[in-house]
T-cell receptor, first 112, second 117 residues
């Protein structure tokens, strides 16, 4: 059974810092891995999707990496801003199955 | 391109009452998902449709939850009767499968926050 773990559960940083959010998964047989952002009371916004054959994806100040063999992904946020404050969720789509499996998320607070 | 639409956005009901949620996926997306997200947890898949057929409903509490997607487009999720532990955000998502030229990337609606008192 695929399990996804996100560390840390919560993170508070001053504005301008670079930061890394971690995601690990127990079964390396995945189609893709997706990072989402969730603002309080809102739905999920897709940030980056990494196919299993890819090593990383970049969008603006965000960079996500994938090491499928070790079951790890990181989301790197450069020059953090107060507007980045949200919950960040990692999810994997297993090769053998059809349900996206989510981690519990990392709550990020960027202080101005 | 319009995103995934959901209604209502908020709902407060008493236990043992019934409630229904509606979702309209992105145009052309054959796959539709309903998730339940309890506070402090990641979303949990309740049911997945491919067109109007059910692909996976293994985590749907079938004694009280039901869902349908009769014409393969919009969908409704119903809870009857509701329990206190059903208080959560109900998220709808849609995607294109590999067979449809997609990558299973899921697009989510804004969700419906349900409070059962």
């Amino acid at each position: 059974k695929q399990e996804v773990t996100q560390i840390p559960a919560a993170l508070s940083v001053p504005e301008g810092e670079n930061l890394v959010l971690n995601c690990s998964f127990t079964d390396s047989a995945i189609y893709n891995l997706q990072w989402f952002r969730q603002d309080p009371g809102k739905g999920l916004t897709s940030l980056l999707l990494i196919q299993s054959s890819q090593r990383e994806q970049t969008s603006g100040r965000l960079n996500a990496s994938l090491d499928k063999s070790s079951g790890r992904s990181t989301l790197y946020i450069a020059a953090s801003q107060p507007g980045d404050s949200a919950t960040y969720l990692c999810a994997v789509y297993p090769e053998y199955g059809n349900k996206l499996v989510f981690g519990a998320g990392t709550i990020l607070r960027v202080k101005s | 391109e319009a995103g995934v639409a959901q209604s209502p956005r908020y709902k407060i009901i008493e236990k043992r009452q019934s409630v229904a949620f509606w979702c309209n996926p992105i145009s052309g997306h054959a796959t539709l998902y309903w998730y339940q997200q309890i506070l402090g947890q990641g979303p949990k898949l309740l049911i997945q449709f491919q067109n109007n057929g059910v692909v996976d409903d293994s985590q749907l509490p079938k004694d009280r939850f039901s869902a349908e997607r009769l014409k393969g487009v919009d969908s409704t999720l119903k809870i009857q009767p509701a329990k206190l532990e059903d208080s959560a955000v109900y998220l709808c998502a849609s995607s294109l499968s590999l067979e449809e030229g997609g990558s299973y990337e899921q697009y989510f609606g804004p969700g419906t926050r349900l409070t059962v008192t």
